[in-house]
């Protein structure tokens, strides 16, 4: 999924930036496409993580330390979910014919309206932003915990890692 997110914002920046032509609307159904499935991942993700049980932050972490991942945490969650929603009405409030991956129709989520189209894209385009500040955060606080607390925060993400 981070791997996807990244992809999107850059695919998101790029669709926006090209002057109209068939590869910027090729570029769009990429990005909403991939928007879709982020959300269908987000979805599966939350569940699991609502049913499991999830591993402790480690033990020698200050309070404000452990407030901070956990705010940040939901704060990435949030905008994850918030993403792809407001997408979403961009793409039924413009009104734009739009299959996920060229083979899915998307079904509107509202009534065609040029306003509303208007602002939401502005509103995608906010969070998108605060999605990228919040990375820098995350990333770097995920380095910080590796190359100065040398602790097991960043190793444990590893898939083949044991826990
Ligand atoms: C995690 C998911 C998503 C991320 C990170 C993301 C990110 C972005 C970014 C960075 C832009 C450029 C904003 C700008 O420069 O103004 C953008 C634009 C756009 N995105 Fe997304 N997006 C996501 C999901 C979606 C989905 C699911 C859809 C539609 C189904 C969508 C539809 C659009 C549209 C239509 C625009 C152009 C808005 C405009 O006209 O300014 N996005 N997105
Ligand atoms: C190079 C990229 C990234 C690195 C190195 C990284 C690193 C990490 C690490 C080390 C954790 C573990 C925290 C713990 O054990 O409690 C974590 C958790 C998390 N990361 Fe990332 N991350 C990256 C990209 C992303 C992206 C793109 C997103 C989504 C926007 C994201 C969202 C999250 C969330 C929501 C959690 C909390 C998971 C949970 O407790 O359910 N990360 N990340």
Known sequence: ???LIFVQLALGLA???WRLSPA????????KSI???ILALLLMRLWWRLAGRVPALPSQMAPWERWGAQISHFLLYALMLALP???WVISSASNVPFRIFWAVAL?????PDKATADLFASVHGWLATLLAFALVAHVGAALRHHYIKHDAVLARM??????
């Open 1 to 3: 999924m981070a791997a």
């Open 15 to 17: 669709a926006v930036g």
């Open 24 to 31: 910027k609307l090729d570029l769009f159904v990429w990005h």
């Open 35 to 37: 928007g879709m499935l």
């Open 85 to 87: 929603l407001t997408g």
């Open 107 to 111: 079904p509107a989520i509202m009534a």
């Open 158 to 163: 590893l898939p083949w890692r044991a826990r």
